[in-house]
């Protein structure tokens, strides 16, 4: 990192595709299900959901699919030793993800031996902050880990998360692997295709 800036303190990671390998969650097939547009991001869909009801099932369904998903999630490549390493480093590591507490901690069961102790703080849409693109939960995590936003590292594989890491004033890494062209306008301060090159980028 550059000496411009101050040193990192803690690291904030997206949690699907990111720490886990991608596709265990079928995005379009559960809009599908749920009727949400193809271009429409899943929890702002069904927040416009007038019917009670409707928007109850559908948050129920949402929750069933993260579900099955947790439990075919397998660490990504290159994550458990990264996290190791930050630790042995002392950078805080932490979680930001739009899912649910339960399907996070469900995955983690696969993270052997790393678990939910392994990280300082998890931060989900169960917590009373808005999900990413906002970036409550950035700032949420910088005041429970007590570090500046500047300080921290937001970590993900989706344009929410630079929007999220941005909007609180953190650094942003987003990983790319296949150099997405979905991803193409993506406004981040670095683009890695391993999460093993995070640490060459803390170095």
Do not use: W
């Amino acid at each position: 990192m550059s000496d411009t800036h101050p040193p990192i303190r803690a690291v904030l990671f997206d949690f699907d595709g990111t720490l886990t390998l991608p596709g265990a969650l079928n995005f379009p097939a559960i809009k599908q299900d749920l009727g949400c547009p193809p271009d429409q991001a899943l929890l702002e869909y069904i927040d416009t959901l007038h019917d009670p009801e409707r928007r109850r099932a559908s948050q129920a369904r949402l929750d069933f699919f993260e579900s099955q998903a947790a439990r075919r999630s397998r660490p990504n490549a290159g994550a458990q030793e990264l996290l190791a390493r930050l630790k042995g480093r002392n950078i805080a590591v932490a979680i930001l993800t739009r899912n649910s507490r339960a399907s996070v901690l469900c995955a983690l069961e696969n993270f052997n031996p790393l678990n939910a102790d392994s990280f300082d703080l998890i931060v989900t849409r169960d917590d009373p902050v808005a999900p990413k693109p906002s970036g409550e939960g950035v700032l949420l995590a910088a005041r429970t880990l007590g570090v500046k936003p500047a300080e921290m590292l937001m970590v993900g594989d989706y344009i929410f998360d630079c929007q999220a890491g941005r909007a609180a004033g953190a650094r942003t890494v987003l990983l790319d692997p296949h150099d997405d062209p979905r991803l193409a306008a993506a406004c981040c301060d670095h683009r890695i295709r391993l999460l093993a090159e995070l640490q060459t980028l803390l170095d």
